[in-house]
C-alpha cells in the first residue's frame, strides 16, 4: 500500500506503488484492477504491469461508413473487426447517411455544416458557413433583385476585404465624430 502525504501534510499525495518509483505525486491514480496508488508515469494497466487488467479493457471497432462504435463483445484475439464490422451491416443499423455532414453551398466552399460553424442567411433561407453569411459572400438569390443593392452589397463585400469599415472611414474625412447640435450647444455651468 501506498504512504500517503508527507510528515507536515499527511492527507495530502501518495507515493506511488511502482517498486522502482516511489515518486510523491499530489495527484495520484487508484487502479482500478489492483487496487494500488501510482503516478502520472505508472498510471495505466501496462506501465505497472497490472495483473487484473484482462477484466478491465473494453474495445470497440468504428464503422467506416455510418461512424457508429461497436463493442468487442469476445476477447479481441477470438473475433476480427471485419466480422464484427459484417454483422453491424446485417443487423441494418448501419446507415452512411447520418456520417456526412451537409456543405456549405457557397461556389467552392467545401467546409462542412455544423451547429457551431453555420449561420441562416434571412433573405433566401439557406444555411451557410460563417464566412458566407452576407448576401454577397454567397451569391444570395432572395436578396433585393435590383442592380443598385448588388452593387452596394458588393461594395460592402470589398470593403471587408479591404479591412475598411465605418469607424475608419467617418475619422478619415472629418477629423473625429460629427457630434450632433444638441451636444455642442449644450453649456455646464
Not at 495530502?12 to 491514480?29: M, S
Not at 476480427?80 to 453551398?105: G, M, N, Q, T, W
Request: aromatic content about 4%; glycine content about 10%; charged content about 30%.
Amino acid at each position: 500500500m501506498a504512504r500517503r502525504g508527507t510528515e507536515a501534510f499527511p492527507d495530502l499525495g501518495a507515493h506511488c506503488d511502482e517498486p522502482d518509483c516511489n515518486q510523491l505525486d499530489f495527484l495520484p491514480f487508484d487502479c482500478d484492477g489492483c487496487g494500488k496508488v501510482f503516478c502520472a508515469a505508472h498510471r495505466t494497466y501496462r506501465d505497472h504491469g497490472c495483473a487484473k487488467a484482462a477484466d478491465q479493457g473494453r474495445t470497440v471497432v468504428v464503422c467506416p461508413d455510418c461512424g457508429d462504435a461497436i463493442e468487442r463483445t469476445a476477447a479481441p484475439g477470438q473475433q476480427s473487426e471485419r466480422e464484427i464490422l459484417d454483422a453491424h451491416v446485417r443487423s441494418r443499423r448501419c446507415d452512411p447517411a447520418r456520417k456526412r455532414k451537409p456543405a456549405c453551398p457557397a461556389r467552392r466552399c467545401k467546409e462542412p455544416l455544423t451547429f457551431s460553424n453555420s449561420t441562416e442567411c434571412k433573405s433566401c433561407g439557406r444555411k451557410v458557413c460563417l464566412k458566407h453569411r452576407f448576401p454577397a459572400d454567397h451569391g444570395c438569390a432572395g436578396a433585393a433583385g435590383s442592380a443598385a443593392a448588388a452593387r452596394a452589397a458588393g461594395a460592402a463585400a470589398a470593403r471587408r476585404a479591404g479591412g475598411e469599415c465605418a469607424r475608419d472611414a467617418q475619422k478619415g474625412s472629418g477629423g473625429g465624430w460629427a457630434l450632433p447640435a444638441a451636444v455642442r450647444n449644450l453649456k455646464i455651468f
